[in-house]
């Protein structure tokens, strides 16, 4: 086994082989404890994985029982070994892991020291360890695992195998589970604040981060909306997914329609979901925060059979909390349980169950007019704690549940298949009184509203199987994938829509609203009563297959994809007061080819430079004046780039330039104003610079920079201004309509064209302040145009974030494992716009305290 290791790489400020010579000096002349395999003669060049049952007691014991299982002999000076425990390790692990596993946390580190043999030294101070190699690949971190600090090395969403993220040919950003641990984020948009390319919270307190997998939600993305995937398959729910469900959340910036089928030309965002680890996991915490937040979790992971070859995971929680908006909550209970089963030392398999139940959402709290948030108001600025809607009626209720297996089975060192299924459901249930569009009146001070009840049922079926197939032809190595997906959604959903009484928005009076939609306990119909029930069947099949072609330093990667897409949609409209109801079908479908090719160049010193181009689709419904169907849109992205992963130190650096076009896009026909032509285009060009860093065990740090110029770069549509004018009519303080303007050369609004942000986490040395680490961020969101008209422009903004966590257990021994923890964003409260519609705004969160106490056995 260990004959085959060709270095073990060590990353610090003393030279490799001055430590090497160290080690193996320290094995010649010490005294020692050899602790011999049960067999010699053992096949040490086996790489495989086998099954490890170390339980957790003292090191030396531990290696002992560790030699007879790996067969392998251990050696160690003994004084390095006294009082030194172990955690133990467990499951079916290669030797180089299960070893790795055993030492963790016992300031040990190991290297070759003859054929079948391995030394045990100390860990230098402030020295990360690198990967091992082994047979001339990499020992990694799971590519689904949380990665080490704020540093993952590999992605499996951004090619569909486990791969470097350095071999790569486009962006990858990974949000590690320390980081989102460190920041103690509370949604996905909180998750992603300090990830390039990518504006994340545009619509403020207004969403709860729920999925869109149709590229239609409030994430933006290189300059389009982005797309939500779990474990690499689309998500369609309409709830969000629990932060305390999640291990990873992986970024891939630009096209991703070759892996994934239909998707935004800006890339898509991927959740891992949490599974068994090999290692027991025992966590509890509770929380509390401003706007009397309370929460509850635990975190369980551990065997079931006594080899480990059955794993279970166990992740719940329950939070309670107000919002910075008057009458607007927040509740969720929510539990997500895994099984891993190894069944063979080829074969396992992993089930994982989410079920989430928010009766109260939170959402749709922030939306108010544009006079008194962004401009000056007639009695000043309108405070964050304005609600909009009406007590007792608004109400936001969700349940959310999804099943998913995962299977592999390797048939040979060449070979294997894998197969991922996933069945998620959503139910939503949610009643508003709302601002209306339109500004205030010409008093300055009434909003007119509108009420509206949408009950929405949507389920989702998705399959992903696919060969993955590993072999040589001459010196150059092939990593090929081969594979069809195919997923089935479902949706069900009424809308009704009625006027409802205008509110003072310095003065409001709540409980005059009237339900008047015109159904039965709804209320009688008013004039402008509407309702709508709609039912949507929408299939994708796709068919793809990906060569990751490796000749020395040299990866060039190239891949295919035909998908077939169709979609039936059944609408009904309603207006009560006068009984007309229109009826509308809509079969449709079509197929669109994507493909991209890239290659990558690794230096010897950790530069790789990159270039890449790729391409994506989205279907579009419809048909133009002669009854065409209309194409689905096309995107092409040209990215080239730079990443670097530096000898001395565990970090990646990474810096990308794009150029992104979609075409097909629709806009007015000029020849027929009540039809659309595909003329369209929209470009979105920027650069991105990011920095994740393990600088020393003590300090972890994330940083970015991101700049994207969008437009619509050609259209022949219109769109309406609006203007702030104080001196329109007597009253003042009036948003004022302009005359139509052409769309083509404008931004895309709610997109600032720069964001940069900082954050550090360092954990104080010394025995006085150890147990101690703080943390600070900033970030900084540039201004931004407020409406596709480009009429007036959202200011930027800066917002401090810091935090503090300490581990008793430094203090005194009993009280190991108990850790507390407080962090506040948007240290300053700063009142901040995020973006605007035509004359409303939505409001960012303001100063956000949380504190939590945990407790890891």
């Not at 500004?439 to 009840?453: I, W």
């Not at 949706?491 to 159904?519: E, H, M, W």
């Not at 050609?714 to 052409?742: C, F, I, L, W």
Request: positive net charge; charged residues 15%.
């Amino acid at each position: 086994m260990w004959s085959g290791i060709e270095y073990f790489l060590i990353k610090g400020r003393k030279k490799r082989s001055f430590l090497l010579f160290v080690s193996a000096a320290m094995a010649a002349s010490l005294p020692s404890v050899t602790l011999a395999a049960s067999n010699p003669t053992a096949q040490t060049q086996d790489a495989g994985a086998r099954v490890f049952d170390v339980p957790a007691q003292s090191l030396s014991a531990a290696l002992m029982r560790f030699s007879q299982q790996a067969g392998v002999q251990v050696t160690a000076d003994s004084t390095i070994l006294r009082g030194v425990q172990t955690s133990g390790v467990h499951g079916r692990l290669t030797v180089q892991q299960a070893l790795a596993q055993l030492l963790a946390g016992t300031g040990l580190s190991y290297v070759p020291s003859g054929r079948g043999t391995v030394m045990l030294t100390r860990a230098a101070k402030n020295i990360v360890l690198g990967p091992v190699r082994v047979h001339g690949s990499f020992m990694r971190e799971s590519a689904i695992g949380p990665g080490v600090g704020y540093v993952a090395q590999t992605s499996l969403s951004g090619t569909k195998t486990d791969t470097p993220i350095m071999e790569i040919p486009n962006s990858i950003y990974v949000v590690t589970k320390q980081q989102m641990q460190d920041q103690q984020v509370q949604n996905l948009a909180e998750a992603l604040r300090y990830t390039p390319g990518i504006y994340a919270e545009g619509m403020g307190q207004q969403t709860n981060g729920a999925a869109a997998g149709f590229g239609h939600g409030s994430y933006m993305q290189r300059g389009f909306s982005s797309a939500q995937f779990i474990d690499g398959m689309i998500s369609n729910s309409e709830v969000a997914l629990d932060p305390s469900f999640i291990e990873r959340v992986e970024t891939i910036n630009g096209p991703s329609s070759v892996m994934y089928g239909q998707s935004s030309p800006g890339g898509i965002i991927n959740e891992t979901l949490k599974r068994p680890t090999d290692t027991p996991l025992r966590a509890v915490s509770v929380g509390f925060g401003n706007w009397n937040r309370y929460q509850a979790t635990f975190d369980i992971s551990d065997k079931i059979t006594k080899s480990g070859n059955l794993k279970y995971r166990i992740a719940a929680i329950g939070v309670s909390q107000d919002t910075q908006t008057d009458y607007v909550r927040y509740h969720r209970v929510g539990v997500s349980p895994s099984l891993k089963w190894d069944i063979d030392e080829n074969t396992d398999l992993t089930v994982i169950g989410n079920y989430v139940y928010t009766p109260e959402d939170g959402a749709y709290s922030s939306y108010l007019p544009a006079v008194g948030t962004i401009f000056p108001g007639r009695y000043g600025r309108l405070s964050r704690h304005l609600f909009m809607g009406e007590p007792g009626w608004n109400n936001h209720k969700e349940t959310g549940a999804l099943f998913e297996y995962v299977f592999s089975h390797r048939f040979n060192s060449h070979l294997t298949f894998q197969q991922t299924f996933r069945y998620e459901e959503s139910k939503t249930n949610f009643s508003y009184v709302y601002t209306k569009s339109g500004a205030l009146e010409d008093d300055g001070v009434t909003q007119p509203r509108v009420a509206f009840a949408v009950p929405n049922t949507t389920r989702t079926a998705s399959l992903d199987s696919r060969l993955l197939g590993k072999f040589n032809t001459g010196k150059v190595k092939h990593t090929a994938i081969a594979g069809v997906d195919f997923w089935d959604y479902h949706s069900t959903g009424d809308y009704y829509r009625s006027d409802a009484n205008s509110l003072n928005v310095y003065a409001p009076q709540y409980g005059q609203f009237t339900p008047s939609f015109g159904y039965p306990g709804m209320g009688p119909a008013n004039a402008n009563s509407w309702s709508w029930f709609g039912r949507d069947t929408y299939d994708q099949v796709g068919v793809y297959f990906q060569d990751q072609i490796k000749y020395k330093r040299l990866t060039v990667t190239l891949g295919g994809r035909e998908d077939w897409y169709s979609q039936y949609s059944w609408s009904q409209s309603n207006t009560p007061a006068t009984g007309e109801s229109t009826t509308t079908r809509s079969p449709f479908s079509t197929q669109a080819f994507t493909w991209r090719a890239g290659a990558t160049y690794e230096f010897d010193f950790g530069l790789a430079p990159y270039f890449s181009y790729a391409t994506s689709f989205q279907p579009q419904t419809g048909t133009d004046s002669h009854g065409n169907a209309f194409k689905p849109t096309k995107g092409a992205q040209y990215e080239a780039g730079l990443k670097y992963k530096p000898h001395g130190f565990d970090a990646l650096f990474t810096a990308s330039a794009f150029h992104i076009d979609q075409t097909n896009v629709l806009t007015q026909d000029p020849d027929n104003a009540n039809f659309s032509v595909q003329s369209g285009k929209v470009t979105s060009k920027g650069v991105e610079v990011s920095a994740q860093a393990n600088i020393t065990k003590n300090l972890r740090l994330i940083a970015s920079y991101t700049y994207d110029d969008a437009r619509y770069s050609k259209s022949t549509n219109t769109v309406v201004p609006y203007y702030y004018d104080p001196t329109s009519n007597s009253a003042g303080y009036h948003m004022r309509q302009g005359e139509k303007t052409p769309l083509q050369g404008k931004y895309v609004n709610a997109l600032p064209r720069n964001m940069t942000s900082l954050f550090v986490n360092y954990a104080l040395p010394g025995k006085i302040l150890s147990g101690l680490e703080l943390n600070f961020g900033v970030r900084y969101v540039g201004w931004t145009y407020a409406n596709t008209a480009n009429s007036f422009k959202i200011p930027a903004f800066i917002l401090f974030d810091t935090g503090m966590r300490y581990d008793f257990g430094k203090a005194a021994s009993f009280l190991k494992g108990l850790e507390g923890q407080v962090t506040l964003s948007n240290l300053t409260n700063k009142y901040y716009i995020t973006s605007c519609g035509t004359t409303q705004c939505y409001l960012g969160q303001g100063r956000r305290v949380y504190g939590n106490l945990s407790y890891h056995w």
